[in-house]
């Protein structure tokens, strides 16, 4: 199966193009939920998404109720929000038999207060000080992803890559 990375109306282009880039890396899948704060065309996005776009498997959705219908097993659906008691690093996301959604909130006012609290069980936290309200989401998307990726021993990803003009050998 695979990893999804699902954005809640993202609202800056830069945000959307780099997570996007990330997706490519990692083989995610990534999901846009409407109303976006940008057009798909937006020469930001497609700055920071570099040339990995024909890379990069997007599903829109034009609600957060209609991305919820494709969800097959809600229990793999994780909602990062700063509000969770629970960090990320401490699920398991080992199965590779079924898909796993992470579940992003809009850059300024994050997700929605009554769906988190409908999902209460499945929100997670990325750790950090008080000195700052939030990281940067396409931080946040990276961070979450790789941690999936590294319980899964990096499944379908190279861990070892040789280049023709390689620095360390």
């Not at 996005?45 to 024909?54: E, I, T």
């Not at 990276?142 to 941690?147: G, N």
């Amino acid at each position: 199966m695979a990893n999804h990375i699902v954005l809640f109306e993202p609202l800056i282009p830069a945000n959307t193009g780099n997570i996007a880039r990330t997706c490519a890396a990692t083989n995610s899948y990534l999901h846009l939920i409407k109303p976006l704060g940008f057009e798909t065309d937006d020469k930001h996005l497609r700055r920071a998404g570099l040339d990995y776009w024909a890379k990069v498997r997007i599903i829109y959705h034009d609600s957060l109720d209609d991305f919820m219908s494709t969800v097959a097993d809600p229990r793999h659906l994780y909602l990062i929000t700063k509000f969770a008691d629970q960090t990320y690093s401490d699920r398991d996301y080992t199965n590779t038999d079924v898909d796993h959604y992470f579940l992003f909130g809009k850059e300024t006012t994050g997700l929605p207060e009554g769906f988190m609290r409908q999902h209460a069980d499945q929100c997670l936290r990325i750790p950090m000080t008080e000195n700052v309200r939030a990281l940067n989401l396409s931080n946040c998307a990276a961070l979450v992803v790789y941690e999936a990726l590294r319980q899964q021993q990096f499944a379908g990803l190279e861990t070892v890559h040789t280049y023709q003009h390689d620095k360390l050998k």
